[in-house]
């Protein structure tokens, strides 16, 4: 008996395509509800964005002053004053020194506080104490603290220090110090319990693991658990960057106005000063726009800097 040399394959039944009905009614109801959010962002984010553009390239002496076209003449003023450049030079020493100082000690402070030590729970409760604190009351603990006759002299004085003593808001060797220290001590904390929250999110077996092959908490803390939430940091460290480069102007505005000259005034103060103090609305939107650009180039360098390297 011969058997044939091959068996017709069973055929394939077609798969019916199902039906778009459900799936199509919900995408297009999604796209709905979206509607009302992209209309928000493009009302009150693009829309502001498109109009600095555009009264930087203005001469406006004032909110109800007559306005006329001035092309790149804002430009050549901005570039031309010394203020600007000792507001960018300031800017560029804040951010040098705050940023690195806030995300390291905050990093370093949530690990601490995920390893549970005694009191744990109400150390997270104190980090967030100076984010409930207003603007305006930590600038005036600042200013009890730092003034002539402030709690820091007087602590100076009677440890026998008084040559020491300065008056450290009016000086222009430390006005800008107080200003940074006054931006580490309000973002720290706050940084310091997101960082608890994404370290505590790591499985415990990687640091346990870790320390069973000898590594003591410095070298877990960042051999181990920092290359796992890198992303993270990076994140925390854009939105750091981003508050410090255009919110500290309240705090220069509240404790040393720019001065003495203008060895405390940043960008984001100067945006401020020429748009309310001296009316020059195209002056002001114009270092609004090399804010808009610096803070860009900070953001894509940000990134680059912490994308995972795997």
């Not at 001590?185 to 077996?205: D, M, N, Q, Y």
């Amino acid at each position: 008996m011969t058997m044939p040399s091959s068996i017709p394959a069973a055929p394939r039944t077609a798969r019916r395509p199902s039906p778009p009905g459900p799936r199509g009614v919900r995408r297009q109801g999604g796209a709905v509800l979206a509607v009302p959010a992209l209309v928000w962002y493009a009302v009150f984010m693009l829309g502001p964005m498109a109009a600095m553009f555009v009264i930087a390239a203005l001469r406006w002496p004032g909110m109800l002053q007559p306005v006329s076209f001035a092309g790149l003449s804002n430009v050549r003023t901005v570039l031309g004053d010394p203020v600007f450049w000792d507001a960018a030079r300031n800017t560029a020493v804040q951010l040098a020194v705050a940023l690195p100082v806030m995300i390291v000690c905050a990093y370093m402070l949530g690990y601490y506080v995920v390893q549970r030590p005694p009191g744990h729970r109400i150390l997270r409760y104190l980090l967030f104490i100076p984010g409930l604190i207003s603007t305006s009351a930590k600038a005036m603990v600042f200013y009890a603290v730092l003034s002539p006759d402030g709690l820091l002299n007087g602590a100076l004085g009677a440890a026998g220090l008084g040559s020491l003593e300065d008056a450290w808001l009016a000086s222009p060797s430390t006005a800008l110090a107080c200003v940074i220290l006054l931006d580490v001590w309000s973002g720290i904390g706050f940084t310091a319990v997101l960082f608890a929250a994404r370290l505590g999110s790591v499985p415990g077996e990687i640091g346990e693991a870790a320390q069973l092959d000898g590594a003591g908490h410095w070298r877990t803390m960042w051999r181990v658990h920092f290359p796992v939430i890198r992303d993270y940091v990076g994140v925390v460290t854009m939105l750091q960057f981003l508050w410090t480069l255009f919110d500290s102007a309240q705090n220069v505005l509240l404790l040393t106005q720019g001065g003495p000259g203008s060895s405390s005034t940043t960008l984001s103060f100067l945006v401020y000063q020429k748009a309310f103090i001296a009316a020059d609305l195209g002056y002001s939107q114009t270092v609004g726009v090399v804010l808009f650009l610096v803070g860009l180039a900070g953001l894509l360098t940000i990134r680059r800097a912490f994308r995972p390297a795997h």
